[in-house]
């Protein structure tokens, strides 16, 4: 599956922020944003507010964020994402899907988040959490379905929910 986006192109008397810049403010709101008043996980993931993902993709990176009360977004560090599609209903389920899956993985995410994105050749899977965020780092080829790993329920989940946003954004 490849992570390509729309990408708007900048006019060069465009004073609006370079995309890199956009990207790092609002992967910085998703990451802060249990501090910031995130509504409460529900009883079926009382440990997992959202989920914010980061994988490596053309020269930057795609960041797939997941939150509890519903928005859900995906945006990239060279411009271009889709932003509230957790409005419709079939990417609603999947963001519900993927924090469940989580939930049931809690234990494997212990080390505490610092908000960093992965090591070169690496995903990695922050949890928010009403308490504390933490993280794991998943090998690309596990991500992308070429090598097993432990964390393969949380993986396969996060895949289908970019393709409900792809989904999404095609109609």
Same mark, same amino acid.
């Given at each position: 599956?490849?992570?390509?986006?729309?990408?708007?192109?900048?006019?060069?008397?465009?004073?609006?922020?370079?995309?890199?810049?956009?990207?790092?403010?609002?992967?910085?709101?998703? $990451?802060?944003?249990?501090?910031?008043?995130?509504?409460?996980?529900?009883?079926?993931?009382?440990?997992?507010?959202?989920?914010?993902?980061?994988?490596?993709?053309?020269?930057?990176?795609?960041?797939?964020?997941?939150?509890?009360?519903?928005?859900?977004?995906?945006?990239?560090?060279?411009?271009?994402?889709?932003?509230?599609?957790?409005?419709?209903?079939?990417?609603?389920?999947?963001?519900?899907?993927? $924090?469940?899956?989580?939930?049931?993985? $809690?234990?494997?995410?212990?080390?505490?988040?610092?908000?960093?994105?992965?090591?070169?050749?690496?995903?990695?899977?922050?949890?928010?959490?009403?308490?504390?965020?933490?993280?794991?780092?998943?090998?690309?080829?596990?991500?992308?379905?070429?090598?097993?790993?432990?964390?393969?329920?949380?993986?396969?989940?996060?895949?289908?929910?970019?393709?409900?946003?792809?989904?999404?954004?095609?109609?």
């Amino acid at each position: 599956m490849s992570l390509m986006l729309g990408r708007r192109k900048r006019r060069d008397n465009d004073t609006s922020q370079a995309p890199e810049d956009v990207y790092r403010g609002l992967r910085q709101m998703a $990451l802060d944003s249990v501090v910031h008043g995130l509504a409460p996980p529900p009883a079926d993931h009382p440990g997992v507010s959202g989920v914010v993902v980061d994988i490596p993709a053309q020269g930057g990176y795609a960041t797939v964020v997941a939150l509890t009360d519903g928005p859900t977004s995906m945006y990239t560090s060279t411009g271009g994402g889709t932003i509230g599609a957790g409005t419709h209903a079939t990417v609603a389920a999947a963001t519900h899907k993927l $924090l469940s899956a989580v939930q049931s993985q $809690l234990a494997s995410f212990q080390r505490t988040d610092d908000g960093e994105l992965p090591p070169a050749g690496s995903v990695r899977f922050h949890v928010l959490a009403p308490t504390a965020s933490h993280f794991e780092d998943v090998p690309e080829d596990s991500f992308w379905g070429r090598a097993p790993h432990q964390l393969m329920p949380v993986i396969a989940s996060t895949q289908e929910l970019v393709t409900a946003m792809r989904e999404v954004s095609a109609q």
